[in-house]
């Protein structure tokens, strides 16, 4: 074989190579992005809600309420202001736990932007503060989301009596976290770099999505 011959074998050899060694890389990528879409979340509660800065907590009626924090949010409802913040705590599952057949991983959790529906109606948008690691175990990890909105400006129709006990139900002594939802869009980090899921997701509080 001359030289130009066994320069030509070696450059095709490098092209198959190369070729295998893509495939093989598109193949892996694959795989990891179809084990990350098995991610599943869940609503778990509500905490820390304060309305006006008032911890409602503890607290299951307007009569609950002190003298002083009923008249503050009296005015406040009269200068059509009600605003709120407190965290709801989404449950993250990832099943790849390296049984039936899946690989174990963990995942990153980079971002879970999405929006606020209370009572099925969309209010804020929000995010989470920090990446939190998934891991493949199966186990449940809490991830918590910050949120913050002024009751008035989404449900500004209802009655002074009719908010508050909106915002006891939300986060009052007898919560439920039944009322609300987070229609989202999860972000997580991989080998490849970070994989938006293509499609949103309605995290609700009965089942894993």
Do not use: H, W
Request: glycine share 8%.
């Amino acid at each position: 074989m001359n030289q130009r011959s066994r320069t030509l074998v070696v450059a095709v050899l490098s092209v198959a190579l190369t070729a295998l060694s893509s495939c093989s890389a598109l193949t892996d990528m694959a795989s990891v992005i179809a084990s990350l879409k098995k991610l599943q979340f869940k609503v778990d509660g509500v905490r820390d809600f304060k309305l006006l800065g008032i911890d409602l907590g503890g607290k299951a009626a307007l009569s609950d309420f002190t003298a002083g924090d009923a008249l503050k949010a009296v005015q406040s409802y009269r200068s059509r202001k009600l605003p709120v913040e407190f965290v709801v705590d989404i449950l993250a599952v990832n099943p790849n736990d390296g049984t039936g057949g899946s690989r174990r991983s963990a995942s990153t959790l980079t971002a879970l932007e999405c929006r606020l529906l209370i009572d099925g109606k969309p209010t804020v948008t929000g995010n989470i503060d920090r990446p939190i690691d998934i891991p493949g175990t199966g186990e449940q990890s809490v991830v918590p989301l910050r949120l913050s909105l002024d009751l008035l400006e989404f449900f500004g129709d209802r009655r002074y009596e009719d908010i508050l006990g909106l915002a006891l139900a939300l986060g009052g002594k007898q919560r439920s976290a039944a009322k609300i939802a987070l229609d989202a869009q999860p972000t997580v980090s991989t080998p490849f770099g970070p994989i938006t899921y293509p499609d949103r997701i309605t995290i609700v509080s009965t089942e894993f999505r």
